[in-house]
């Protein structure tokens, strides 16, 4: 979903609107999957690195710049959130099947290891139905604290990924690039609240993450199981996320085709 979603949207997109690593995070990953199986590793760290330095000649031309919040219609906003959140789906889902084929010397190793995750006491909606009948505002405010809830987990996530034995350096390059977007994204998330007069400090109650002494853990297989657990609660929150996005500017969407009916 996220890759088809990616793919659609960014046809209407140019690098000169401010779009940062967007090269890296859709072209580059379709590249290293679509490559032949005997490509050297070399190769694909060569391909990464080419990427990961575009990131840093584009950090410049931010999305969400206080002008951009001041001047661009709250659906320019959204659309742009929605290709952020996507970007981040689609690289977290990349990583969680990584971490599995990699780390998972059994198919049971994980599967005793289920668990709530840290943002489970965010109420969410449970099927399209109960989302559709959210209004937009608080959807809006719904996921911000989901994303304001992966601040302090995903700084640490990405830290600890080099404790994993013989990890890729295109593991960490991902993670790093996913906490990046991340931060991109809740800092248009907070423009757009604004832009529908949502209460950002309504917005700003991020729920605890206690496993951190886990995810330090000495013990090879709590540490891998800890991980295993942030790879699958992230790739979790990003479908919802981007799920509730799309959401909300159909909403948006369609009031304003509403508004401009009844003026016709």
Not at 195 to 213: F, G, H, M, S
Not at 231 to 254: E, P, S
Not at 257 to 263: L, N, T, V
Request: charged share 25%; proline share 3%.
């Amino acid at each position: 979903m996220f890759v088809n979603a990616s793919k659609g949207q960014n046809q209407h997109l140019n690098l000169d609107q401010g779009q940062p690593g967007l090269l890296l995070s859709n072209v580059l990953p379709v590249l290293i999957i679509t490559m032949n199986a005997k490509v050297t590793g070399s190769l694909i760290m060569l391909l990464l690195m080419s990427g990961l330095l575009l990131w840093k000649n584009m950090a410049s031309q931010v999305v969400y710049t206080n002008r951009t919040g001041s001047t661009l219609p709250i659906s320019k906003l959204l659309k742009r959130a929605i290709i952020l959140s996507s970007n981040i789906g689609f690289l977290s889902s990349e990583m969680y099947k990584e971490f599995a084929t990699r780390y998972s010397l059994d198919t049971d190793f994980f599967f005793v290891y289920r668990k709530r995750c840290h943002t489970a006491s965010i109420v969410t909606p449970d099927n399209k139905e109960e989302t559709l009948k959210m209004k937009e505002k608080d959807l809006i405010i719904l996921v911000i604290r989901l994303m304001i809830s992966w601040e302090d987990p995903m700084s640490h996530f990405k830290a600890q990924t080099v404790r994993l034995p013989d990890v890729p350096m295109s593991f960490m390059q991902e993670a790093d690039l996913i906490e990046k977007k991340m931060q991109e994204l809740r800092k248009g998330l907070k423009i757009i609240a604004r832009k529908a007069n949502v209460q950002v400090k309504e917005c700003e109650q991020p729920t605890l993450w206690n496993d951190l002494p886990l995810l330090m853990s000495t013990d090879g297989n709590v540490f891998r199981q800890t991980f295993h657990h942030l790879c699958r609660c992230l790739r979790r929150d990003a479908d919802k996320v981007y799920t509730f996005l799309r959401v909300i500017r159909g909403k948006i969407k369609k009031k304003r085709q509403c508004k401009a009916h009844i003026h016709s």
